[in-house]
C-alpha cells in the first residue's frame, strides 16, 4: 500500500484540536478517511468515542494462531494554522510534502496504516491493532481512552523520529501562577501594591531554577529537566496599579520527577519570597502533568524495530525524543512502547513538512519489525 496518496488524503482534512482553538472541527471527518484507509488495506475497523464527535478509529487484524497483539498507534489532531497560507492544500517541492500536520503526524499515520496493508495478506498469527487516535496535542483523551478497551503486548508510536529509534522521552507539567497585590490611582503608591512587579520575583527565581534543573546529569534517553513561562497577563489600565497577575509555565521533567516534585519546587520559591516580603501574596495550582517515560533498550520490541533498521542499512542505535507522547499512556496501562516514525520539519511550526521517502522507509521498517517481534515472542 502507498503512503503518500493516503497522506495527502489526511492533510487534506482540517483536524485542529478544540481544545486549543476553540470552534476548530476536530478529528471526526479525518477520522472517515483513516477508517476508509484501514478497510482498503483489509483491516476490520471500529470506532471509539474518546469525546463527543471526536473519535478513535481502531483497525484490527487477527490470526488464525495465537500470537502476541502488536500495536501502531498515532494522533490524527493538529494543532492551529495561525500564519499560515493554505495549511490543509498538500504541496510537494523535491522530496518535502508541506501542509499542516503532515510531519506532526500524519505522515507517521499514513506509513502504519501501509505497513498494515502489507502485513495483511499474510497475517497468520497473533493481532495487529492500528489505533488512530485523538486529542494528543492536548490532553491525550483518546490514548486514555484507547487503552482502557484495547490490550497489546507492545506498541509502536510512529511520531516524527527522523526514522530513528526512540526509547523514551520527557515528561511535563503545567502550572499556575497567581500573584495577587491591590488596585490603587497609580498617583498613589502608598495605596497600591504591584502584582506584576511581584510576578517578576517569580519570573527570576524560576530562571534560576531552570539553570539549575540543565545543569544536573541527564537521565538516560530523557536529557534533563527545564522550565519555561508559556504566558503571563495582568494589569487593567495604564494608570491603575494591577491587582493580579497570572502566568502559566511548563516544566519539563525526566524519570524519577513525578507531580509532587514539580509543585514542591514552585510552592519553595513562593514560601521564599513571602518570608522575604510579609507583603508578598502568591498562589501555585498544578493544570496537568504527564510523566516522562523509557523502555529498557534490551526489550523484545526495540531489538525487534533495531533489527529491522539494520537491515534496511539505517542507524539502529537507540535514543530519545525531547518532546512527550502517548507512549506513555500506553505504557502506563502496561503496554510497552517504543517511538519510530519519519523525518521532516516544523512540527507547530508555520512551514510544516515530512520527507516523502521517510514515509516509504518507514512502512517498510515497521513491516520488517512486527515480523521480527512475532519470531522473538513466543
Known sequence: MDPLPLLRDLVAVNSINPSLVPGAPGEGAVAEVVADGLRRAGLEVARQEAA???????????????????????????????????????????????????????????SMIA??????NGWTRGRLIVAAVVD????????????????????????PTDL??????????????????????????????????????????????????????EAAFQGTGSLHASSITGGRELSVYPDL????????????????????????????LSREDPGFEASVRSMAFRSAYRVDPVHALPRAVAAALERAGRPAEPTGMSFWTDAAVLAGAGIPAVLFGPGGAGLHSTSEYVNVPDLYACRDVLVDAIRQFSELVN
Not at 488596585?183 to 517569580?202: K, N, Q, Y
Not at 511548563?250 to 519546587?265: A, H, I, L, N, Y
Request: with cysteine.
Open 52 to 110: 463527543p464527535g471526536r473519535p478513535n478509529v481502531i483497525g484490527v487484524l487477527d490470526g488464525r494462531d495465537p500470537g502476541p497483539a502488536v500495536m501502531l498507534c498515532g494522533h490524527l489532531d493538529t494543532v492551529g494554522v495561525d500564519g499560515m497560507t493554505d495549511p490543509f492544500v498538500p504541496r510537494i517541492e523535491g522530496d518535502r510534502l508541506y501542509a499542516r500536520g503532515a510531519q506532526d503526524m500524519k505522515g507517521g499515520v499514513a
Open 245 to 272: 497577575c497570572s502566568m502559566i509555565l511548563e516544566r519539563r521533567t525526566v524519570s524519577g520527577e513525578d507531580q509532587g516534585t514539580v509543585e514542591r519546587e514552585i510552592r519553595a520559591i513562593i514560601d521564599r
Open 164 to 217: 530513528a529509534l526512540a526509547v523514551g522521552h520527557k515528561g511535563f507539567a503545567w502550572i499556575e501562577v497567581v500573584t495577587r497585590g491591590r488596585a490603587a490611582h497609580g498617583s498613589r503608591p502608598a495605596e497600591g501594591r504591584d502584582a506584576i512587579v511581584r510576578m517578576g520575583r517569580v519570573l527570576a527565581a524560576l530562571e534560576a531554577l531552570d539553570r539549575d534543573l540543565q545543569s544536573r546529569p
Open 115 to 120: 505497513a498494515a496493508g502489507a502485513l495483511a
Open 136 to 159: 494528543e496535542e492536548h490532553m491525550s483523551l483518546g490514548a486514555e481512552a484507547l487503552v482502557r478497551e484495547w490490550r497489546a503486548d507492545a506498541a509502536i508510536v510512529t511520531e
